[in-house]
């Protein structure tokens, strides 16, 4: 299934990101795409939701 990871940024409220990913469940989509994202993305970014995506 395709989950949709939206990410929320610490610095900019109003910066949201998107980024598609493919799992068998929201958690794993979620552990999926902060383990692809680079440690400096991440330092500004977090996730906020993963609602699946069809």
């Not at 900019?12 to 980024?19: I, N, V």
């Not at 680079?38 to 977090?46: L, N």
């Amino acid at each position: 299934m395709k989950y949709l990871v939206i990410w929320k940024s610490i610095a900019f409220p109003d910066m949201d990101l998107q980024t598609c990913v493919e799992a068998d469940n929201a958690d794993a989509a979620q552990v999926k795409a902060e383990a692809e994202a680079p440690e400096d993305f991440k330092a500004v970014y977090y996730v906020k939701e993963v609602p699946k995506y069809e």
